[in-house]
């Protein structure tokens, strides 16, 4: 078990950034339909 | 979109990769945990190099007095300090597996937290000031001056100093190494590549948004 | 041109000369630095009693109380100026780089009277055994210098913001913290027996490095700090 942890890990970091991004790109285009 | 789609691709190789070959290390009893190494180190080069930048454009603004590139500068350190935070996880998870304890003030452990605080620095000090003038020039300087000293808290520090950390002196590790192949590279390089591309999609978008912000105030 | 550069000496000398006379007036900075510094001093010889400290804490509790002391007192340089409503006219007298000397010559005076005073204080209180005397004063000296660079110009940063109080802490830290863990472990390698001055090189090296790198940014920085 302990040697998914890693896997775990990593995929968490790759996770947390791509909904950040993902968010992002939501906010850049409810910002652009406004202006 | 086609740059999402390629750094969609990229990361879906490096994750694939990261655990179809062999683990980036020999001659240790668990091998396997060092696959991190492929996610962990990346980000902890891209948090690095997000300081630059932002120091970069300190530079830039003592230069040229364009508030833009303040803009740059506050962009640069925010998100990197998002990825020293997810490095400094990383890397104290890696030592729970590793060595037993999530912090052992190994040197290069501690230099990832100093990072961490040059950042915080950076935005307690921007925080003190309300001129927007006087925030940029004060900012550009500090970011200088905390590049300086973390060159030698990341760079110097734990090579000089004995420490747990692959790397430094006398590490519990010596005898077996990192494997640099080309199989590791294959690996190791697309992840570096594929960390920064996230890093600069995020700070593009950050930048856009605060743009449109301000035009909307305008408006 | 070589008239030009005494001035700047002379004149940065005298924001020095200035900053003495003003402080034998008030004796604000020195007090304070003083105080906390044999405060702590006795703080932990009290603590340990007859004990003593473990050796490798001796080097740590020492730098860490210098540490501390000019946080209380080197960040108050600039401020005091702003305060007093003197920065003008100092502005006006002379340039950046003579006022940056000075407040350096200033902050590297006080640091020396901490040291001279704290270091016998510890020797006396605390049992602090110095078996390379030449690796431990080359360690105190490099780091002072060090210090004085660095305090100096963070001092002007926080006399700019408006929330000075813990500002000063929070931004020196990671600046100056390099240079505590050198002079930590420089002075525990000067504390073991049979050391010599070249057991402490490497960290001597890098003390000098930092030395001169924080004083020469600091020195080029302060214009851009001091001239809005």
């Not at chain 3, 390698?189 to 490095?209: C, M, Y």
């Amino acid at each position: 078990m302990s040697n998914f942890i890693p896997m775990i890990v990593s995929l968490l970091i790759w996770g947390v950034l791509w909904i950040y991004v993902f968010r992002l790109d939501r906010r850049v285009k409810e910002l652009e339909k406004n202006a | 979109m086609f740059g999402k789609i390629g750094l969609l691709l990229l990361f879906a190789w490096v994750i694939i990769g990261a655990w179809m070959f062999e683990p980036p290390m020999s001659g240790v009893s668990n091998p396997e945990v060092y696959r991190i190494f492929y996610f962990h180190v990346p980000v902890a080069l891209v948090t690095f190099m997000a300081y630059c930048l932002a120091m970069y454009h300190g530079l830039l603004y003592l230069r040229n007095r364009r508030l833009f590139d303040d803009k740059k500068s506050s962009t640069a350190a925010l998100l990197g300090t998002i990825f020293c935070v997810l490095a400094t996880v990383s890397g104290s998870i890696f030592a729970r597996q590793t060595w037993g304890m999530y912090w052992n003030w190994d040197p290069r452990q501690t230099s990832i937290v100093v990072l961490l605080l040059t950042y915080l620095a950076y935005f307690s000090l921007r925080s003190a000031i309300a001129d927007p003038l006087k925030k940029a020039n004060l900012s550009a300087v500090y970011s200088i001056l905390g590049f300086i000293a973390a060159v030698f808290t990341i760079f110097i520090w734990p090579r000089i100093a004995p420490g747990l950390h692959p790397g430094a002196p006398g590490d519990s590790t010596s005898g077996s190494f990192i494997v640099m192949s080309t199989k590791t590279w294959l690996v190791f390089g697309p992840s570096l590549l594929a960390f920064a591309g996230l890093y600069y999609w995020l700070y593009s978008l950050s930048l856009k948004i605060s743009g449109l912000e301000e035009e909307n105030l305008h408006v | 041109m070589a008239a030009e550069k005494s001035r700047l000496g002379y004149k940065a000398l005298a924001v020095f000369v200035k900053d003495i006379k003003s402080e034998i007036r008030t004796r604000y900075a020195i007090g304070s630095i003083i105080m906390f510094a044999a405060v702590t001093v006795i703080a932990v010889g009290f603590a340990t009693g007859g004990v003593g400290l473990d050796r490798d804490l001796q080097g740590i509790v020492l730098w860490l109380v210098i540490y501390f002391a000019s946080v209380a007192g080197l960040g108050q340089s600039f401020i005091k100026e702003e305060e007093n409503r003197t920065a003008l006219a100092l502005r006006i007298y002379a340039r950046s780089s003579s006022v940056f000397g000075g407040k350096y010559l200033f902050n590297l005076m006080l640091l020396t009277a901490l040291v001279i005073v704290i270091i016998p204080l510890y020797i006396v209180l605390v049992g602090l055994e110095i078996d390379c005397y030449a690796l431990f004063i080359s360690v105190v000296i490099l780091s002072i210098i060090g210090l004085a660079g660095s305090t100096t110009i963070i001092a002007a940063i926080i006399s700019k913001a408006s929330i000075k109080g813990v500002l000063f802490a929070v931004l020196s830290f990671p600046l100056i913290l390099p240079l505590l863990l050198m002079a930590i472990k420089g002075t525990q390698k000067s504390l073991l027996t049979g050391a010599a001055i070249t057991d402490g090189l490497p960290e001597l090296k890098v003390l000098l490095s930092y030395a001169v790198v924080m004083s020469v940014a600091g020195f080029m920085l302060f214009d851009y700090v001091w001239n809005d």
